[in-house]
């Protein structure tokens, strides 16, 4: 079982990020779950989304409270809420963040694994937006391959449509440009 | 085989409503039920589902549009949460006592106030005696397969009551997991069209919910009673036939481990899966635990209980809903009640835990599991239940 805790504000699509990395591994014929922090959703305000991978049946419906791995779709969520609680010893962060490794790891004072990407950057200039939620699955993919990349690709083009080549070509592009410091 | 599909919950569900090709949706949007309704307005608006979509303006409605419709002979559906539910709760009762094969799903929310729009059984509890046949979902794939069960079983001659499916509202209604589809020539093969003994037609006059006073209206209920106890063979030959089609087997109860197990919890809805999970780890550290779900709420499954539980020398019974000022949580005081006359009674430790939506992890489950063994020794009374992970207790 792979479990992940996902962080971002309300409207930029970290319940979609969830979602699509479960259709990913459901086609990969694995089981996959993912679901949102239930309840009423404020655009703006800092919400979780969870999704967990396995080869047998998922059977635990509680919330995710040890994550294998943490992704932080916004910036400023790092500064004010701890992404970090309950992650496992060998645990792995991926941030959006346009600092480096380094810099973040120093900052925040974290010891676990980091990724690290400038997530709004990519976004900006593949979407013309800052929503990061699919540039944040291609950090996360160089983190832990959780699924193959090519299964994400089917998935985002049936919920994005039209707007589908610019979010893979994010996706892709944060696959390269992840910088990893376990 | 069917086509296995990563989907929400709510939209399989909807998808399985199609599957059952319903003549007639009646709904009204609450949370969490929303996305039902929403998928099957989108399904009929684009032709994919060829039914009627009656956008009422409330619950009350939605369930008098079911019962008129259902009245004529047709195949309806709805589905409605918690303050939605009281709200029709009049016609609910109507429903069963016509004799009307609705299907309706039932988002499992507690009831106001507070106002909360997350998960508990307060408001399956509300319509308990309503006298439609009653089931448990534990996951989306048992959601789906109990849509095509409904109808099959609710429309079946012998039975003619509507029937109401249970999934935990957000638990189960907002995740996205995979639900083996089935085939349109399983559909065909499992469930034949809708052919009621007794329709509204303007030929052929009969009266439907009349007057019934009290040189009547007993035989009546007792009838009524007795249909619903006897649907239980033909809910039993469903499930047989479903197995045989889909290959996937329920019963009344569903057990886990419990042939040598000394203690035993016994859960309702969503719970169940973590609970197996908990039962892995209990005997992993060594003690003789088990589980039943609870699948068939009504008619409430009292033999099934007695057999499985008769080498237990615990039981410990898990509550989502609270039965104020009663013997407990309502799972509980129906247990308590089926095993009263059992010679080797088993010990009984009732918890109502997870109100509201509010998680109970499996190292919950695990404190549960101790604090009962402790109470077994202190001989509890038959009313001295406890919530659990409420401050202040």
Not at chain 1, 71 to 85: C, E, K, M, Y
Not at chain 1, 118 to 127: D, H, Q, T
Not at chain 2, 298 to 319: H, M
Not at chain 2, 381 to 392: I, L
Request: charged share 25%; aromatic share 8%.
């Amino acid at each position: 079982m792979f479990e992940v805790r996902l962080h971002g504000r309300g409207g930029q699509g970290a319940v979609t990020s969830a979602e699509l990395l479960a259709l990913a591994s459901i086609n990969e014929g694995k089981y996959g779950q993912a679901f949102p922090s239930f309840g009423p959703e404020r655009r703006g305000a800092p919400v979780v989304a969870f999704f967990r991978s396995d080869d047998r049946q998922i059977k635990v419906r509680t919330e995710i409270t040890n994550p294998d791995l943490v992704l932080v779709l916004d910036p400023s969520i790092l500064r004010i809420v701890n992404v970090t609680a309950g992650l496992k010893d060998d645990g792995i962060l991926v941030a959006n963040t346009r600092y480096t490794a380094d810099e973040i790891r120093k900052e925040l004072g974290l010891r676990c694994k980091l990724a690290v990407v400038n997530a709004n950057r990519i976004a900006f200039e593949e979407l013309g937006i800052p929503i990061t939620n699919t540039t944040m699955l291609g950090g996360l993919l160089k983190a832990k391959s959780i699924v193959n990349p090519d299964s994400l690709i089917e998935p985002l083009r049936e919920r994005f449509g039209r707007i589908a080549d610019k979010n893979i070509n994010a996706f892709k592009r944060a696959i390269k440009e992840t910088e990893l410091s376990f | 085989m069917g086509k296995r599909i990563g989907l929400e919950v709510s939209l399989s569900a909807a998808e399985a409503v199609k599957m059952a090709n319903v003549d007639c949706i009646a709904a009204y949007p609450i949370t969490p039920q929303t996305h039902i309704v929403e998928h099957l307005s989108e399904l009929v608006n684009n032709g994919d589902l060829d039914a009627e979509f009656i956008p009422v303006e409330s619950e009350h409605s939605a369930m008098s549009v079911c019962t008129g419709v259902a009245a004529v002979g047709a195949r309806t559906f709805t589905c409605t949460s918690s303050q939605g539910l009281a709200l029709m709760n009049e016609i609910v009762h109507i429903a069963a006592s016509m004799r009307l094969p609705i299907v309706m799903i039932l988002a499992n929310r507690s009831m106001s106030a507070p106002i909360s729009i997350w998960n508990d059984h307060t408001d399956v509890m509300s319509i308990r005696d309503c006298g439609w046949i009653q089931v448990f979902a534990n996951n989306g794939q048992e959601v789906f397969d109990h849509v095509l069960f409904g109808y099959r079983v609710g429309e079946s001659a012998q039975v003619l009551l509507p029937v109401m499916i249970h999934m935990d509202g957000f638990i189960l209604t907002h995740v996205i997991e995979p639900v083996e589809f089935w085939e349109e020539e399983q559909v065909k093969e499992y469930l034949p069209d809708f052919k009621p003994i007794y329709a509204l037609h303007p030929d052929r006059p009969v009266t439907m919910g009349g007057l019934g006073g009290p040189g009547i209206f007993s035989e009546v209920k007792v009838s009524q009673d007795e249909a619903l106890i006897q649907s239980k063979g033909e809910i039993l030959s469903a499930w047989k036939e479903l197995g045989d089609v889909v290959g996937r087997h329920y019963h009344p109860i569903e057990t886990y481990k419990i042939e040598d197990a000394e203690t035993i919890f016994i859960t309702q809805g969503s719970f169940g899966e973590t609970v197996s999970l908990v039962v892995d780890e209990l005997r992993d550290e060594g003690e003789s635990v088990g589980l039943i779900m609870n699948r068939l709420w009504r008619p409430f499954p009292f033999e099934e209980f007695r057999e499985a539980t008769k080498g237990a020398k615990n039981l410990v019974v898990i509550d989502r809903a609270i039965s104020f000022g009663g013997q407990g949580g309502p799972l509980a005081i129906e247990l308590r009640s089926a095993l009263y006359k059992e010679k080797n009674q088993p010990t009984f430790a009732n918890f109502i835990c997870g109100l509201a939506s509010r998680d109970v992890t499996i190292a919950d489950f695990k404190n549960i599991y101790r604090r009962a063994m402790e109470k077994v020794k202190e001989n509890p009374r038959e009313e001295d239940f406890e919530y659990y992970g409420v401050r202040g207790k």
